[in-house]
């Protein structure tokens, strides 16, 4: 059976720049890849004044080029804006797959937050999403991507075969503990952008309740609990051992995943950077239950569920490498086994200080953080054209863009930055935008043209420095 990642290798893996791309750059004249005012699915002033404020800002003509394009592509290309019972929804599908990932939905419109204070029609945006993903939690709190049509039977060819509990509006169903984090760290960053308590109803607090019920299940302290996967497909990634139930485990308070944030499966089930993300979401969704709603009961079950993954990380997240250097672990099972690698996809062990789930000066993490991006990682790469972390999604010697990004977030000096953004700006292959992976020697090999989670985290980035480390923009690099 074909699965999601074959099918966007087979249709989205290209050889050169494309045409159009390269009639963009013709004569050195950079021109808009944007869709034309009356074909974008959105349109925000406040985002337009925000585009041109960093745009002057930046001195490299292919750097600025690059922001104009990728910084609105979800507002211009990936949101379906209606009513739903008389109030907002907002469905933003991930770009080239018309589903909605909780993960993929909540990290696009990331960018904006800043904005949203001012203006009213973002935050529609954010009512919208905020209860589409209310609506799709308590459809199935294991799912990952969800259909349009809540009544619909996915349309993912590769999901369509799957050996689960598959639902009516669920598009694929691979349980990921940051399917349900995301949400939570969406709707308390709007709250505390704009103080704005309106999307935090009833169904919003059922959602909430069914999310820290389903993180408990999946602590499996009484048994395997109720989830379980497994597919036909030629990629073991693509599927989870022992009946569907994932490789042996010890219950120690942390989380079980069934699938990392890359949609591939887990080696061993305690997925440490998702259980970091858990205990901040936890703690964030605690806070805001309180705030919002005056909502006791929630907030202290977040808080206690959120104490225990806590106290449990302690004793079983790091690991001791070869060189005896003590790091982070990637994933491990309670008995005593860790893996450790890093990849791309958010949550990595890269991205925790990104998240505010470690501090970023933490010795701890920085020592993991640099491992990461060494060859004690077995998915970094280094070739003749860039340098960074992929995974197996995608396969051996594949750069994903969006590990240099975050990269870059996480640099202390300015030299790191600039070469972050070299080649972020250098393997595009003329498109203008950011790609899921390319080619370690050849960038003109990529994987799917139109990735908007990977091009709003780089307009994010571009903003973050535009009031961070304004010397950098201004340089134009050779």
């Not at 050195?28 to 034309?36: C, I, L, M, Q, T």
């Not at 799912?143 to 075969?161: C, H, Q, R, V």
């Not at 887990?266 to 005056?294: D, H, K, Q, S, W």
Request: proline content about 5%.
């Amino acid at each position: 059976m074909i699965d999601r990642r074959t099918l966007i290798g087979a249709g989205m893996a290209l050889t050169a720049a494309p045409m159009a791309a390269r009639a963009a750059i013709a004569g050195g004249e950079y021109v808009s890849r944007r869709p034309a005012p009356a074909e974008r699915r959105f349109v925000s002033k406040s985002v337009e004044r925000e585009i041109d404020r960093v745009s002057a800002m930046i001195a490299d003509p292919k750097l600025r080029w690059m922001f104009g394009n990728c910084y609105p592509n979800t507002l211009d290309t990936t949101v379906k804006l209606s009513r739903v019972n008389g109030k907002p929804d907002a469905f933003v599908f991930t770009g080239d797959i018309n589903a909605l990932w909780l993960r993929d939905s909540s990290a696009q419109v990331r960018p904006y937050l800043h904005l949203a204070r001012k203006d009213k029609a973002l935050r529609e945006l954010y009512h919208g999403l905020i209860a589409r993903q209310s609506r799709s939690i308590l459809i199935d709190p294991y799912a990952n991507a969800f259909m349009e049509d809540p009544t619909a039977k996915t349309d993912l060819s590769w999901s369509i075969g799957d050996l689960t509990d598959m639902k009516p509006g669920v598009a694929e169903r691979k349980w990921e503990i940051d399917s349900l984090c995301y949400p939570m760290r969406l709707a308390h960053d709007y709250w505390r952008a704009t103080g704005d308590t309106t999307p935090f109803d009833a169904e919003w607090a059922e959602a909430a309740r069914a999310s820290v019920r389903t993180f408990r299940e999946q602590q499996r302290k009484d048994g395997k609990g109720p989830y379980h996967f497994q597919r036909v497909s030629r990629r073991t990634t693509e599927t989870m051992m022992l009946d569907g139930y994932g490789a042996p485990s010890r219950p120690v308070g942390l989380i079980h995943s069934g699938f990392r944030p890359s949609d591939d499966a887990c080696v061993y089930p305690f997925l440490i950077p998702a259980n970091y993300f858990a205990v901040t979401a936890l703690r964030e969704l605690a806070v805001l239950a309180a705030a919002a709603r005056g909502d006791k009961a929630l907030a202290n079950d977040a808080i206690a569920l959120a104490d225990e993954v806590e106290a449990a990380l302690r004793d079983y997240a790091t690991m001791r490498l070869r060189d005896g250097r003590v790091v982070i672990a990637y994933e491990v099972d309670g008995f005593g086994n860790a893996l450790f690698m890093d990849d791309a996809n958010v949550p990595s062990l890269s991205s925790l200080a990104y998240l505010v789930c470690l501090d970023g000066d933490d010795p701890l993490w920085r020592r993991t953080m640099e491992a990461c991006w060494s060859e004690a990682n077995p998915y970094f790469s280094k070739g003749t054209a860039a340098e960074g972390i992929g995974g197996p999604h995608v396969g051996l010697g594949q750069i994903w863009p969006m590990s240099i990004i975050q990269h870059a977030f996480s640099a202390k000096d300015d030299a790191t930055i600039r070469h972050c953004l070299k080649m972020l700006r250098d393997t595009d292959a003329g498109t203008g935008f950011m790609h899921e992976a390319f080619d370690q020697d050849d960038p003109a090999n990529f994987t799917r043209d139109w990735f908007a989670w990977a091009n709003g985290l780089f307009g994010e980035l571009i903003v973050h420095l535009s009031a961070t480390r304004p010397n950098i923009l201004r340089e134009a690099f050779a």
